[in-house]
Nanobody, 128 residues
Framework: QVQLVESGGGSVQSGGSLRLSCAAS????????MGWFRQAPGKEREGIAT???????TYADSVKGRFTISQDNGKNTMYLQMNSLKPEDTAMYYC??????????????????????WGQGTQVTVSS
């Protein structure tokens, strides 16, 4: 059973930093795409960063240059380092996994429908 558990959310002032973690368990796949999504109140869920089994990363324009996605395969953990946080980054943050065939190839799309497995989410609040 695939499980994803996020941690690291919290409250921070504008300009601050947070690091989110996503611990994955229950699977061993050589081809995958892992991603971070976020959803602010009243808004659609947004794919903000992905990383595949080759270590190739993609970012939404809204976070490019401020957020960094990474993974530690030995720990089965994915991270999202968030710097220069802004009030508009306030949202629930979710990690997700696409373990389907050719997942690594479609990772660039950051499309919610591609991801079958989701964590429970962790709240990030940025105050001005």
């Amino acid at each position: 059973q695939v499980q994803l558990v996020e941690s690291g959310g919290g409250s921070v002032q504008s300009g601050g930093s947070l690091r989110l973690s996503c611990a994955a368990s229950g699977y061993t796949y050589s081809n995958y795409c892992m991603g971070w999504f976020r959803q602010a109140p009243g808004k659609e869920r947004e794919g903000i960063a992905t990383i595949n089994n080759n270590g190739i990363t993609t970012y939404a324009d809204s976070v490019k240059g401020r957020f960094t996605i990474s993974q530690d395969n030995g720990k089965n953990t994915m991270y999202l380092q968030m710097n220069s946080l802004k009030p508009e980054d306030t949202a629930m943050y979710y990690c997700a996994a696409d373990l389907g065939s050719w997942a690594w190839m479609r990772c660039w799309r950051r499309r919610e429908a591609d991801f079958a497995y989701w964590g429970q989410g962790t709240q990030v609040t940025v105050s001005s």
